[in-house]
């Protein structure tokens, strides 16, 4: 089992609709990140937390420590956030800390 | 202030050649992080530098790659006798506390 699980794999929506995708992880973490990555481009940060919520723009991500879980939701959803959202869990191993990664959820967005 | 800057962004080696992907981090930031990203896999760390030192690298395989960021210049991931199953993406991260980490464009490298 891997240690962090996203869910779903892959998620269809139509323009408007409100997106939640959902990050489990099984260790003890420092911080949690959500990451973008559009095909074949870079990987953009979009927030690390550690406790509660955070907001910027259409996006909010939440976080519950007691049930190690996150969710990134996505407000009126529009095409451009079509992407691969990638959550990462940052824990200390070996004496630094580093990010273990989830597969990623593929959302397409149609217009 | 420039990003993450990652070059070459596409790179062909033949098998058994060598490759050499460059990182230069963001302005002020000296920790940089070296990932991995397989065909239809998540990333993985490979190894965290910081100037002039190694800090972490666990994730790197035993043989035929290093890494080393000098105290000018950018960090380099280097892929010694590459073979087909070294064809990934390779991203670069940088921070500047060791906390935050800014990703770049990243490296897709291709054997043949």
């Known amino acids: 089992k891997n240690e962090v699980e996203q869910s779903p794999q892959n998620l269809t929506a139509q323009e408007g609709e409100f997106i939640t995708i959902n990050c489990s992880y099984s260790?003890?973490?420092?911080?949690l990140h959500w990451l973008q990555q559009h095909p074949g481009g870079g990987i953009v940060s979009l927030f690390m937390?550690?406790?509660g919520k955070k907001k910027h723009g259409r996006l909010i991500a939440t976080i519950n420590i007691q049930e190690k879980h996150s969710s990134l939701h996505i407000t009126a959803s529009h095409p451009r956030d079509s992407a691969v959202y990638i959550c990462a869990a940052r824990r200390a191993e070996g004496g630094s800390e580093k990010l273990v990664f989830g597969k990623g959820t593929k959302l397409t967005v149609n217009p | 202030n420039a990003g993450v800057m990652q070059n070459p962004r596409h790179l062909v080696r033949r098998r058994g050649q060598e490759a050499r992907l460059r990182c230069s981090p963001m302005k002020g930031h000296s920790h940089v992080y070296w990932y991995r990203q397989l065909p239809e896999e998540g990333l993985k760390f490979m190894v965290y530098?910081?100037?002039?030192?190694?800090?972490?690298e666990s994730g790197m395989p035993k043989e035929r790659f290093s890494a080393e960021f000098p105290k000018e210049g950018p960090s380099i991931l280097r892929i010694q006798q590459v073979v087909r199953g070294d064809s990934a993406a390779y991203f670069c991260?940088?921070?500047?506390?060791?906390?935050?980490?800014?990703f770049g464009q990243g490296t897709r490298l291709t054997v043949v």
């Open positions: 260790v003890g973490i420092s911080a």
């Open positions: 530098l910081q100037k002039e030192n190694i800090i972490d």
């Open positions: 937390l550690s406790s």
């Open positions: 991260a940088s921070s500047r506390s060791g906390v935050e980490a800014f």
